[in-house]
C-alpha cells in the first residue's frame, strides 16, 4: 500500500520515510521560527510597521541583546508577510530661491558631510510641520554630520528671522560656546540662510558659513532625510494645539538622538557613537 500510495504521490517510498524520520526536525524549525518572528514583530509594531531588517537586527542586539542573522530575520519576515513601509519621494520638492539681494556662500564642503569628527561639520535647515485643522508650524534644526545628531532645534508658528536666531542661540549654548577651528554651518540657499544679518551671526559664533548649489537637495542630504523620516514616523497630522506639537517633537528628537539606532553608525544611536568618537 505504500508503494501504490507513494506511486499516487509522485513521490518515492525512501523520500516518504526521510520526510517521516524529520518530522521533529520540522517541528522544531516551526517552533524556532515561531519564537523569533514574535521577536520581530515586536519590534516591527512598535516601528508602526516602518522597520526594515537592519533596524530589527539593531534593535534585536542593542535592546534585546538577542544576535541574529540579517538572511534570517529577512526569511522570517517574508515567511510572516511583515513588509517594512518605506518613504516616497516628492518629485514637487525644491530647493527655496534665495533672493538676488542676499549673499550666497560657496559650497565648502561639497557633500563630504563625515569628516569623523563631532561638531565640525553642521548641517541646519527648516520644514514645514501641518496639524490641526490646516495650521503649520516650522522646525528650524542644526544636525552633526558626522554622529547624525539633532545638536539644536527651534520650533515656531512664525516663519520670522527670530526662527533661526533661537536655533544659533540653542547651538551655541548646546556647544557651551566652545566653538571646533574649523566648524562649518552648511545650509541651503533660503532666504533665511541668506540674510546678511544671519551670515554675521555665524561668523561671530566662530563657525564658517556653506551653502548647497542651486536648486541641489543633494548638497544638504542628511538634514532633509532626517525631515522625511520624522515626519514619516511622528504621529502629528492628528495634534490640535501647537504646545501638544512642540512636546511631540521633543520627545521624538530625544527618542531620535538617544534610542534611534543606525546602520551606518556602527548600530548606535547618535549619542552613543558621539561618546565613542570622543573617547577615541
Not at 54 to 70: A, D, G, P, S, W
Not at 74 to 90: E, F, S
Not at 145 to 167: F, K, P, W
Not at 259 to 269: A, F, N, S, V
Request: glycine residues 4%; contains cysteine.
Amino acid at each position: 500500500m505504500t508503494r501504490y500510495f507513494c506511486g499516487l504521490a509522485g513521490v518515492s517510498r525512501s523520500g516518504y520515510y526521510r520526510w517521516l524520520r524529520t518530522e521533529k526536525t520540522r517541528c522544531d524549525r516551526e517552533e524556532a521560527d515561531e519564537k523569533d518572528y514574535q521577536l520581530i514583530k515586536g519590534i516591527y509594531d512598535a516601528k508602526k510597521g516602518r522597520a526594515g531588517v537592519r533596524t530589527i537586527k539593531m534593535e534585536l542586539e542593542n535592546r534585546k541583546n538577542v544576535v541574529m542573522n540579517h538572511k534570517r530575520i529577512r526569511r522570517i519576515m517574508r515567511k510572516y508577510n511583515l513588509v517594512a513601509k518605506i518613504r516616497c519621494a516628492n518629485p514637487y520638492k525644491k530647493m527655496a530661491q534665495a533672493t538676488h539681494e542676499h549673499k550666497i556662500r560657496p559650497t565648502l564642503l561639497k557633500r563630504n558631510f563625515d569628516q569623523g569628527e563631532p561638531q565640525k561639520v553642521f548641517l541646519t535647515d527648516i520644514t514645514y510641520l501641518f496639524y490641526g485643522n490646516g495650521k503649520k508650524a516650522y522646525l528650524s534644526c542644526v544636525k552633526d554630520g558626522a554622529t547624525r545628531e539633532i545638536v539644536a532645534y527651534h520650533l515656531s508658528e512664525s516663519l520670522q528671522m527670530e526662527l533661526v536666531y533661537r536655533t544659533l542661540d540653542k547651538l551655541a549654548e548646546q556647544l557651551d560656546h566652545s566653538i571646533h577651528p574649523e566648524a562649518i554651518l552648511h545650509s541651503d540657499q533660503g532666504v533665511h540662510y541668506t540674510n546678511p544679518a544671519y551670515q554675521k551671526r555665524i561668523i561671530e559664533l566662530g563657525l564658517t558659513p556653506s551653502m548647497s548649489r542651486k536648486g541641489n537637495c543633494w548638497d544638504n542630504a542628511p538634514i532633509e532625510s532626517f525631515f522625511c523620516h520624522m515626519k514619516d514616523e511622528m504621529e502629528y497630522t492628528r495634534i490640535q494645539s501647537f504646545n501638544e506639537l512642540k512636546k511631540c517633537v521633543e520627545a521624538y528628537i530625544e527618542r531620535y538622538n538617544y534610542y534611534r539606532c543606525q546602520w551606518t553608525l556602527e548600530k548606535l544611536t547618535p549619542v552613543e557613537y558621539r561618546n565613542q568618537l570622543l573617547a577615541a
